[in-house]
């Protein structure tokens, strides 16, 4: 599993899409099919004409980790046993539109919302 927001926007090591995507106006999931579609593009590109790229279908996902611990703030809350948490955690939540945009960048990330 990676995560959608580290993967790498420029340099040797970027991924295929991800620094267009980010710079973009998309809505956020579109953002995804960005890179997705780069991604098989420059799978197709590398591969040539042995590829058959109806075989290969990309997928990034861009729920993971934020989506369980953000999806009931509560339930996060007390099976930390820090129920006080849980008005904290909802307010970092309702704050974005969906719990993956919660750790978009390195500023954004719940462990930067402190300091």
């Not at 990676?2 to 090591?13: A, C, F, I």
């Not at 890179?35 to 109806?54: A, H, N, T, W, Y």
């Amino acid at each position: 599993m990676v995560d959608y927001y580290g993967l790498p926007r420029t340099g040797p090591g970027a991924w295929p899409g991800r620094e267009a995507g980010s710079a973009s106006a998309l809505p956020y999931p579109e953002n995804v099919k960005q890179v997705e579609d780069e991604i098989k593009r420059d799978l197709c590109g590398d591969m040539g004409q042995r590829f058959d790229p109806s075989r290969f279908i990309p997928f990034v996902m861009i729920h993971e980790f934020e989506a369980l611990l953000f999806s009931d703030c509560q339930r996060f809350a007390e099976a930390i046993n820090r129920e006080e948490f849980a008005s904290a955690f909802q307010d970092i939540r309702d704050g974005f539109s969906n719990p993956e945009q919660i750790d978009d960048s390195p500023h954004t990330a719940p462990s930067e919302a402190n300091r």
